[in-house]
């Protein structure tokens, strides 16, 4: 966040530079308002860049074994171009690489969730799936495990056929 704050910063500057040397190369003919808005305008860009390349950078850095499960975008009227084109402000991601199924209850599924949003931290979650049924239960407090595997107090919440998290977790 930081880092972006001062990307913007030096973008402000930049525009503003060049428009200062525009200034100087036509013999100081433009307005002097036009400076400040190539800078608002240069920090305004660079913002809505780092809006819409977050995603992708945040992807890139996730490490083996964990999948992105479902994405969410965002359309705002405060940010018109929005309507257009949205941007990704949050996604869940599944890790593949540790979940696992009881010998005995093979159609049942144990994973970690994690949830990335644009300003919030990262927050992770087992959630326990019902391949055959359908539904999935968070694990967060309150489910007991039985010795040969099944699971009692768990709160499951019935989940469509082509809900995506679900899909990733019981693949293969």
């Given amino acids: 966040m930081f880092v972006e704050l001062i990307a913007t ?30 800078a ?17 950078r945040t992807t890139e850095r996730l490490p083996e074994g964990l999948e992105v499960a479902m994405t969410v975008d965002e359309q705002g009227w405060l940010r018109p171009w929005t ?18 199924a009881h010998q005995d209850l093979p159609d049942q599924k144990l994973a970690d969730l994690y949830f990335f ?10 959630m326990l799936f019902d391949c055959a049924g359908g539904r999935a239960a968070l694990l967060i407090d309150g489910a007991d495990f039985a010795a040969d595997g099944s699971v009692s107090n768990a709160d499951w919440q ?9 899909a990733l977790a019981c693949k293969g």
Avoid: H
């Fill in 9 to 38: 910063i030096v973008a402000g500057i930049a525009c503003a530079g060049l428009v200062m040397l525009l200034n100087i190369s036509t013999g100081r003919r433009l307005p002097k308002w036009m400076m400040p808005v190539a």
């Fill in 40 to 56: 608002g305008l240069g920090m305004i860009g660079m913002t809505i860049s780092n809006e819409y390349t977050w995603y992708a």
């Fill in 83 to 100: 309507q257009l084109w949205p941007y990704t402000k949050r996604f869940v991601a599944l890790d593949v690489a540790t979940a696992r």
């Fill in 117 to 126: 949003g644009r300003w919030s931290p990262v927050n992770q979650a087992p």
């Fill in 158 to 166: 019935a989940m469509g056929a082509d809900d995506p998290i679900l």
